[in-house]
C-alpha cells in the first residue's frame, strides 16, 4: 500500500514522535507506516483522515489500482 503520510507530515512540520502522539501510536509505528512496511489498521487509517482533513483514500491507494 503506498501512502502519502509523510509529504503530509512534512507539509504540517510535524516529527514523526508529533504525528505520533496525535495518532496515539509508536514513532516506530509512523516510520513502518511511512516506508511502507506496515498497513495501518482501518480506525488508525481514519483517524489520520480526520487528523488530516482528508480522506483515507486521499492518504492512502492499493498499489493494484496503479
Known amino acids: 500500500m503506498k501512502n502519502r ?4 507530515r512534512a507539509e504540517r512540520d510535524l516529527t514523526q514522535a508529533q ?3 496525535l495518532l496515539h501510536v509508536s514513532r516506530q509505528t509512523i516510520n513502518a ?3 511502507g512496511k ?6 488508525l487509517a ?3 483522515a480526520r487528523l488530516f482533513g482528508l480522506t483515507i483514500e486521499d492518504i492512502f491507494q492499493d498499489e ?3
Open 19 to 21: 504525528l505520533s502522539e
Open 5 to 8: 503520510l509523510k509529504v503530509l
Open 46 to 48: 481514519f483517524k489520520a
Open 38 to 43: 506496515f498497513d495501518p489498521s482501518l480506525p
Open 33 to 35: 507506516i511511512e516506508k
Open 64 to 66: 493494484l489500482e496503479d
